[in-house]
């Protein structure tokens, strides 16, 4: 699919201008910087690897092969660059997205619809985005939200992080569940399997190693690296 390809995913992220947001969000909501929410306890702020680069995300897009069409979206083989959106939500901040996008010649199609369609196409899989937030009290909210057993918004097949998750929910030691979160989120952001590759990829699997070692897994630390 379009979306699927890493290309696409860094333009659009290369692509939101999240400051920008603050205007169309009430007092008690921040544009995202990470994973968690900042209230929440473990958050790691991260938006230095979010910046706002409308020039970068154009030049991902051309070099994958994204050429701008006559209405200034793109389009390679024939097919353009066109996502579709479904939401119930009165979320006007989708409308100032999908003017940021269609900067870069992506055209995002905002769905307007009921919760009981949004969230059967959800259950499906059929979606080529999903717009929601869910915030607690305790970091375990990525496990609810990401974990591969769990509400998988992002259909993940099971893997290394729902170890790391499993094992932050598990430990009382702070330090370690600080390690343990952070190495979770990396692993999502990044989507280590997949997407990184070189050095990138080095360098968070040995950090992850690491982890694995001071909590006596020395075969997972192992797996982490290979």
Known sequence: PLYSAVEVRQALRKALYRARLRSLISRYQKPATALLASSTPFYRDLSPLLAFDPDGARQLLEEAGWKVGADGIRVRD????????SYWQNAPILELVQQQWRQVGVDLRLNKSTISQVSALQASGDMHLTFFNLTRADPDVIRTVYQSPGRNYNRRQPGFVDEVLRDAAATLDGPQRQQLIDQASDILRYQIERRL??????????????????????????????
Not at 78 to 85: F, S
Not at 204 to 209: K, T
């Open 197 to 226: 590759t070189g050095a990138a990829r080095s360098t968070v699997a040995a950090r992850l190693a690491m982890v694995e070692l001071m909590n006596g897994k020395p075969a997972d630390a192992m797996r982490a690296l290979s």
């Open 78 to 85: 024939g097919k353009r660059l066109a996502l579709q959106l």
